[in-house]
């Protein structure tokens, strides 16, 4: 199993230009996450989807929007690109458990530069 | 809401010193722990868990333990290792109806010497 998988690994944008990140995890698990990674900040929950066809609004949503047509993919875009959101980007996944909380399984990041 | 605290970083201690990054956390509910790990240029990856009080969490050495009176599951390990460099970061679930989402502490970069 390849686990969580992202593409790209790097991207140099120039504002205002846009992009869609891909995650793809192989591990049939109903909920995905999308994060971004800034230094001194820890993780901040962008959007996140709990199955096929449904998306949320994380903790930093604004500037991006996302899309899970297939569970096995959660797609992140940005429509118009600003320096602000020169980051590393990881996508998670994680299960449903009734018997307590899972970790979750991320991927090894795409770092954005935008200009 | 939910919130997590991390010992402010960096660490650096010197190969075979013994270790402990603290973490407390704010829950409403009866969290589960985790501790996750970041090598550099890689993903976060579960080095640990624990999902009730009292519980003991444990994985190469490393351990941490459920606190629940106070609220802490901080990070141990007795004998570091240069290849222990990394991204430490605290965590917490809250419950099943969260939609597996994760509170994460800031992180704690831990830097081994030989």
């Known amino acids: 199993n390849a686990g969580v998988t992202q593409t790209p690994k790097f991207r140099v944008l120039k504002t205002g230009q846009s992009m869609t990140l891909l995650c793809a995890q192989d591990?049939?698990?109903?909920?995905m996450y999308w994060y971004r990674q800034d230094p001194g900040m820890g993780l901040r929950l962008i959007h996140y989807s709990v199955g096929e066809g449904t998306t949320a609004k994380g903790e930093v949503p604004d500037g991006y929007n996302v899309s899970r047509l297939k569970k096995q993919n959660f797609l992140l875009g940005l429509e118009s690109a600003a320096p602000s959101q020169t980051s590393v980007y990881f996508c998670?996944?994680?299960?449903?458990?009734?018997?307590?909380?899972?970790?979750?399984?991320f991927g090894p990041g795409t770092r954005l530069l935008v200009l | 809401g939910d919130s997590v605290t991390q010992m402010e970083g960096p660490v650096t201690l010197s190969e075979e010193a013994f270790l402990t990054i603290n973490c407390t956390y704010t829950a409403t509910g009866y969290p589960s722990l985790f501790w996750y790990v970041q090598y550099p240029g890689e993903g976060l990856q579960l080095l640990l868990k624990a999902t009730k009080a009292d519980d003991k969490g444990s994985n190469k050495g490393f351990e941490a333990t459920y606190r629940k009176e106070t609220t802490s599951f901080h990070l141990e390990k007795g004998s570091v290792q240069v290849s222990d460099s990394a991204v430490y970061f605290c965590a917490l679930s809250d419950s099943v109806l969260s939609a597996g989402k994760s509170t994460f502490g800031d992180g704690t970069t831990l830097t081994v010497k030989p």
């Open positions: 591990m049939n698990h109903e909920y």
């Open positions: 998670a996944s994680s299960y449903q458990n009734l018997a307590g909380a899972v970790s979750q399984y």
